[in-house]
Structures are given as C-alpha cells and as structure tokens.
C-alpha cells in the first residue's frame, strides 16, 4: 500500500530520477567504487536536474518541496549503491543546519550554491577520541578579533575529500558545565588557513562514499561563520538528528528491499539437483520469514515517516526505525548471500557488495545502543 505522504508528484518525480539514474549512475557505480570516490561531476547533474535539497525555499534557489521529494531521492539512490549516502548527508542532514539555524546573509551565501552541487558539505563530530558521546570531543574555538581559532582532529567524515563546506562541531567554551552547554557550530569553508585533509580512509565497505581525516590547527574562521548562538550547538545536533537517522532508516529499509529482489531472482534461474532453487522449501521459508520482517520494518517507517512530515516528536520512533532496521539490513545480507552460494562470495554480484556495506549502518548516525538507551529514557527507564 503506497504511503499517504506520497502523492502523484512524488511519484513523477521517482520515474525522472529512475531514469537519470539510469543512465548517469548505475553504468558507472562499479567504477566510482573501484576509484573510491563519486564525482563531482555526478553532483552538478543532480543538481541541474533539481535533485539536491529540493526543500530549500525558492528565494534561495530551491524549489520549497516536502520532506516526501527527500525520501524519494534517498530510495532510489540506495538502490544504486549505499556508497551514494553521501548525497543524502548533504541534503538532508547537514544543509538543514544552514537552513535552520543560519542567518539570512549565511543563506544568501551559501544554499543556493549547495542546490546547484557547486557546494558539497560535511558534518564533523566524530574525533579519535570521541563518537556518540559528542560532549567529549576536544577540537575547540576561541575568538580572537574577527576570527575563531580553531584547533583539533575529526575522523570518519562522510564527504571529508569533497567537502567545501564543513559544520564543525567544536567546543568555545572549555570550561562550562555540563559540558555539552560549551559545544558551537562553525562553518569552516574549502581554503581556510590552517584547514587540511588527513589521510582519505580505506573501510570495509562503501568503497565509493569518500571518507577521510580533517584537521585544524589554528584555523581562522570568520566569526560570521558561527551557526546560531555560541553554545547551543548540542541543542540543534540534537534537534537535527532526529531527521539525520531517520534517513539512514530510509536507506536500511531500500537495501533490504533491493537485496531481495535481486536474490528471488537469482534462486529463480539457479538450478541446483534438477530444480531451481526458489523450488526448495528451505529457499522459500527464508525468503517468506525475510520479506515479512521487511514489510514490517517498511510500515512502521511510512507511519514515522508521516508523523515526522507532520512536525510531531518521533524521536523515540526514530530510534527503534533506526537501530531495527539497520539490524536487519545485516541479517538480510547474510541470508541473501548465503542463498547465492559461492556466487555471493564474487565481486561480480551485487550481493557482495550489499553484504560489505550493511554492517556499518548499526554504527553511524548514533550506535544502535546510543538508540536503545533513547527508547528506554522515552519509556521512563533510567536517567
């Protein structure tokens, strides 16, 4: 049953995108893969096709569409490959903190240029030191004239090569308490002195999604770079993250969605002792088990999803949408692998790919124990 949130527009929208994809992405993934990196030229196309934060309003170039167009685009590029998250983190995670939070001279600035692709972002919160416990971290600002300076290390960042923009989330007050009350948001732009590349990461998976090291030492950026106020960057992390893993939901549920289609037909033309495979009732009691675990996991996101369209609190929602689904998105890649044999195990089947990038969707925007500790505190459990 097609969501409610879906409308005949959001529709039209996944037959263009399909066919863009078609023809400018699917061709060449295996490609971007082995390069470690997707182009930008891929980003300016998806930008001159509209295809990049199309929520954002139109005075700043946008086309001031619904969170539905965001899902849509999410879908449709985790079927080309879970190595394209980088596309969504641009658009629906980190460009909302502009959006929301940044003045009207920062919009002018800065959106119109993240709609066309010219601008690529990144978020920077993970540190060596410190992960989900983001009141930890150590990269630190202080003002100093006109200027922040700003010294520290950020690893794991998605988009980390590509980046022209990157929300820091830094700390300039060092010494309040709770800690987390001193945590800022600055927008360190490509260029800025004392702003450099680590080492590009090599991972497990996502071979395509290009990952790597930032590091300030006593960086300068403009005080006009500040996002909001000093000192409630915590607050808007938290209030942003809620959409963050939501999206990450999303992603988990089309891979799941797509490792089954292409496993059903790989047990449908794999002949094993005179029959296909999909004959046996081993094949079709793990596909039944798995294809109701994911109709589930699809009906509960839809109701989320349209209850976050809405403007409610889901944030207890969010976080079981997130840390289920992301479990069974590895459970389903286990299975859908073993069900391809010694086939799954080669590269030249998507399948492997899949089974790669699976894992890491549990750790990223919040562990799915961070997710547990939430669902308990919105149950009253705890502190």
Not at 46 to 54: S, T
Request: include cysteine.
């Amino acid at each position: 049953m097609k969501p409610a949130y879906l409308k005949e527009e959001h529709e039209m929208l996944r037959t263009s995108l399909k066919k863009f994809l078609e023809k400018e992405a699917y061709p060449f993934f295996n490609e971007w893969e082995e390069k470690g990196e997707v182009p930008r030229s891929f980003w300016n196309k998806l930008g001159e096709q509209g295809y990049l934060c199309p929520w954002v309003e139109d005075e700043f170039g946008g086309y001031g569409a619904d969170f539905g167009y965001s899902v849509v685009i999410n879908e449709e590029l985790e079927k080309v490959g879970t190595g394209l998250i980088g596309i969504g983190l641009h658009s629906d995670i980190v460009v909302p903190y502009l959006s929301h939070y940044g003045t009207v001279e920062q919009k002018k600035k800065w959106l119109p240029k993240c709609v066309t692709g010219e601008v690529i972002t990144a978020v920077a919160m993970t540190e060596p030191g410190a992960g989900s416990d983001l009141a930890s971290i150590r990269t630190s600002a202080h003002l100093d004239g006109d200027h922040y300076v700003l010294n520290g290390e950020k690893t794991f960042i998605t988009n980390g090569v590509h980046a022209d923009l990157v929300l820091v989330v830094c700390k300039t007050d060092t010494k309040v308490q709770p800690s987390h009350r001193g945590i800022s948001l600055l927008v360190v732009e490509r260029g800025t002195k004392g702003f450099s590349r680590g080492k590009k990461l090599k991972k497990v998976g996502l071979f395509s999604q290009d990952t790597s090291e930032l590091i300030f030492e006593d960086a300068r950026v403009p005080k006009e770079n500040l996002i909001g106020e000093e000192g409630k960057g915590f607050y808007y992390l938290m209030d942003q993250l809620q959409q963050e893993r939501l999206i990450v939901a999303i992603g988990g549920i089309s891979a799941s969605e797509r490792m089954l289609e292409i496993t059903i037909d790989y047990v449908k033309n794999r002949h094993a002792f005179g029959q296909t495979i999909a004959s046996f009732q081993n094949t079709q009691f793990k596909l039944a088990e798995l294809q109701t675990e994911v109709e589930i996991g699809r009906t509960f996101l839809d109701r989320t999803i349209q209850s976050h369209i809405n403007g409610e609190d889901v944030e207890k929602e969010v976080s079981m949408a997130k840390w289920w689904i992301t479990d069974l998105v590895k459970k389903v890649a286990g299975s859908c692998m073993h069900l391809h044999g010694g086939y799954g195990y080669m590269e030249e089947y998507e399948i492997a790919r899949r089974f790669r990038d699976a894992p890491v969707t549990a750790i990223y925007a919040g562990s799915n124990e961070i997710m547990k500790s939430i669902i308990a505190k919105k149950m009253g459990l705890g502190k």
